[in-house]
């Protein structure tokens, strides 16, 4: 079905406005899935928050046209998926990386962290990013670490003496 000029622009700003406040995307090329396989890959997305969508290239260049994901434009030839996170870095290459386990025909072309270009071979370590709670629980960790070593340091004398008064106790029980 061929779309009107005024389709084409609705999809075109739709995408532009995703590209615009995402951190990052993936382009996959999705011949051979299936339509369950797709509307399976659909729902995964939702329920991540990920934007997926299926664009005509020449559309999909002109969305991404003064974005971070420009960079991307070189890779989108054939039939592409597109996948914007909006919240985490991890979250499109996430879900790829996840789908592509069980359906091989899922083949990622490229991906874009931050306006940066990442080949395909990237994915695995781009999905391996933490998510917000996790590096948040990392940092805290971290900052923590120092306190609570001094903390354990300046108990150990203390339970050093408790330990030694609690060893001659039961060694004088033991020799009555």
């Known amino acids: 079905m061929a779309l009107s000029l ?8 739709e995408v532009s406005n995703v590209a615009g406040a995402s951190v990052s995307a993936v382009t996959a090329d999705y011949r051979g899935l299936t339509v369950s396989e797709m509307t399976e890959l659909r729902s995964n997305a ?14 999909a260049k002109r969305a991404l046209q003064g974005t971070d994901f420009e960079c991307l ?3 989108l030839s054939g039939p592409v998926i597109l996948a914007f996170a909006k919240d985490e870095p991890s979250g499109a290459a996430r879900l790829i990386r996840d789908f592509s386990k069980g359906h091989n025909n899922l083949e990622v072309k490229a991906l874009a962290v931050g306006g940066k270009f990442y080949e395909a071979s990237s994915l695995d370590a781009v999905a391996k990013l933490p998510n917000k ?38 060694k004088k029980k033991a020799e009555q």
């Open 73 to 75: 434009n070189d890779k």
């Open 6 to 13: 005024e389709d084409k622009k609705a999809i075109v700003t």
């Open 46 to 59: 939702r329920s991540q928050g990920v934007y997926l969508r299926v664009v005509r290239n020449t559309l």
């Open 133 to 170: 709670e996790e590096a948040i629980s990392q940092l805290m960790s971290v900052i923590i670490a120092p306190i609570t070593k001094f903390v354990r340091t300046l108990a150990e004398p203390h339970t050093k003496l408790v330990r030694t008064f609690a060893a001659v106790a039961d």
